[in-house]
Structures are given as C-alpha cells and as structure tokens.
C-alpha cells in the first residue's frame, strides 16, 4: 500500500500539476528544513565524517530512478582500469538484515540485503557494503585490504559522510517534474543545490543543458534466469512477452523493449516489490523479459520461460576525464 501511494504521487509530480498549489506552502516549510539541516552540518553542529580515502557520491535530486545504479557500476569499472582499488556502499534498501552494515556478495539474500546491493555486488567486481548508517558501512570496506576509493550509491542527501567529489543524475525524458520540491513535487532538494555539485549526468533525453554529460543504459544481451543462456536482444524482433519492472522509472524499460522490436503485455509494480510466483502467473505461453535488478529476486520461482536484461551505461570521454582529474586532485592534493 505504501509503495502505491508513493508510484501515485511520483506519477502526479512528473505529469500533472493541479496538487501543486495545494501543496506548495508545506515544500516552502521543507526547503527550509533542508537549508537548516545542511547548514548544521556545515557548522559541525551534526556530525559529518571525513575517511581516510576519497568519497564518490553518485545521487539524485528528485524522487523516482534516475539510473544510479549503472553509473555505479561504470565508475567501479572505470576506477579498477585506472588502478584504484574501490569499494560501493549502498543504503540495502528493504533489506531486512538485522545485522548492519555488512558486506554484500553474490550468494547474499537480496530479501536481507537488498536487490540493488545485490546487482552491485555481481557487477563490480569489488568490495560492495550495506548500510543505512554510510560512515559505518565505508569503514567496514576499508577493513578491506586495499581499499583506497569509496563510491557511494545514492546518499546525496545523507551528509553524515563527508564526501569528496558529488554527481548527480538526472532522468533525461522527466527532468525535475512539476520543480517543486517534496511534497508539491519531486525535487528532494532546491535547484539550487546542482550549482554546488562537480558532475552532472543526463540519463537519455534530449537536449544538453551546459555542463552536462550524456548517459546511455544500454543492453544488447537477455539472460535466462533458469539456464544462464545468453542471446542476442535482436532475436526476439517480434515476439510477444511480458515486461516485468518494478523499477524506479518503469517506462524506460518498456520503451526499451518496444524500440528493440518486441511486442510487450507491460506490467509496472512499486519499485523494490518483492515478487512471488503467483505475480508473474500470466496464463500463456509468452516468456517474461525482466530488469536485473527484479532477476536477483526471482531466481528462486524462475522457470524456462523467466529472461533478464542487464544494461551497462555509456558515457563520453570527457567525462571520464573530468572525473578522474578532480580524483587525482583529492588523491595528491
């Protein structure tokens, strides 16, 4: 029930605006909250920890999926090409592990740890840690041998971590909704906020704003969560499926899918939903094409018919070179 009601006011805030007005006096009560709460941290009035290695934050400033999570996983890739040894921490959002924080692996439950944990972890080849308290969970991956970087997934807002370089991404196609912040709108903080952040990343879309960069979530192959077979996207040009994500952003999924060629029954569920059997019995013989991040859920009541698609993200030159230029900036001062 709750996660319907927040997918109801994500829909209303990026599509329509008549709660807005309604609404708009209690957004000037929390942008105000926001202020104040950055502004404690900054006097050292609430605790914000510095580590000994830098902090990558990879966030977004509205509510919904932005694409964090590739991003993730291309930066980790990125890092280890350039020698670093890095570490992901991540919130392990509904996880319900009670011991917090710990460290994630690809044989971890993601009912205890998460499914965006869990995608990080088979995918970035390194050191990927839960929990809601960040300076913890870094701490536990710099017990690791040779951690020198921290790339944290999502955590904007949670200043309790001091961080060294900010990114922020945004969803190309929806922007910022209506501009109003929670809960006449999307926006968990001010516009303000990206004058203050280093990189900004455009998740598809359209036209750049100046000191954007392009993303692309591309993915080429569909696995089977059955068998481990791999095929080619373009060999189900044409078949009837049912799209399955319970994403952020559904939409982008389906379109995906649409634009590859398959005809697609879509079915949106609250983002993080914990699936059973039963909400993927469809009566027919049409396979079931899936996101990564519902796969890790449903490998347990997968059957032949059960296929995911993992996207890797695309990224300019450019980018990649800012980046590292501001890392080696922390690094050697």
């Not at 995608?119 to 017990?143: D, E, K, T, W, Y």
């Not at 994403?247 to 029954?265: D, E, H, K, M, Y």
């Not at 490998?299 to 296929?307: E, K, M, N, P, V």
């Not at 695309?314 to 890392?327: D, I, K, M, T, V």
Request: charged share 20%; glycine share 10%; proline share 6%.
């Amino acid at each position: 029930m709750k996660q319907s009601l927040i997918r109801w006011f994500v829909d209303a805030w990026y599509k329509e605006m008549y709660l807005s007005p309604w609404l708009a006096p209690f957004s000037l009560l929390y942008v105000d909250v926001m202020r104040l709460r950055r502004f404690l941290y900054r006097i050292g009035l609430y605790k914000s920890e510095k580590l000994a290695v830098p902090v990558i934050i990879v966030g977004n400033i509205t509510v919904g999926g932005t694409g964090k999570t590739p991003l993730v996983i291309w930066l980790a890739q990125l890092l280890k090409q350039q020698g670093y040894r890095p570490g992901v921490i991540s919130r392990g959002y509904t996880g319900t592990a009670n011991h917090i924080p710990q460290l994630v692996d690809t044989n971890s439950d993601p009912a205890l740890v998460g499914d965006e944990a869990l995608v990080l972890a088979a995918r970035c080849g390194c050191p990927v840690a839960i929990g809601q308290n960040r300076p913890a969970a870094a701490g536990l991956l710099l017990a690791e041998p040779g951690c020198n970087v921290i790339i944290s997934d999502d955590g904007l807002q949670h200043y309790a971590l001091r961080r060294d370089i900010e990114i922020v991404v945004i969803d190309g196609e929806r922007r910022y909704g209506n501009g109003y912040c929670l809960p006449a709108g999307p926006l968990r903080e001010p516009l303000e906020r990206l004058h203050q952040v280093d990189l900004l990343v455009v998740n598809g879309g359209g036209e750049l704003q100046p000191q954007e960069y392009p993303m692309q979530c591309r993915g080429e192959q569909l696995i089977n969560l059955l068998s481990g077979e791999h095929r080619d996207l373009a060999e189900f040009n044409g078949r009837s499926c049912h799209a399955v994500a319970a994403i952020g952003n559904p939409s982008r999924f389906f379109r995906q899918l649409a634009t590859a060629g398959l005809n697609c029954v879509n079915h949106g569920f609250p983002d993080h939903y914990a699936f059973t059997a039963a909400d993927l019995q469809f009566n027919d013989q049409r396979l079931i094409i899936m996101t990564e991040k519902d796969a890790v859920k449903c490998r347990g009541i997968a059957t032949a018919a059960y296929w995911y698609l993992p996207v890797s993200a695309e990224l300019p030159p450019g980018f990649a070179q800012q980046l590292l230029s501001l890392l080696n900036k922390k690094v050697h001062g």
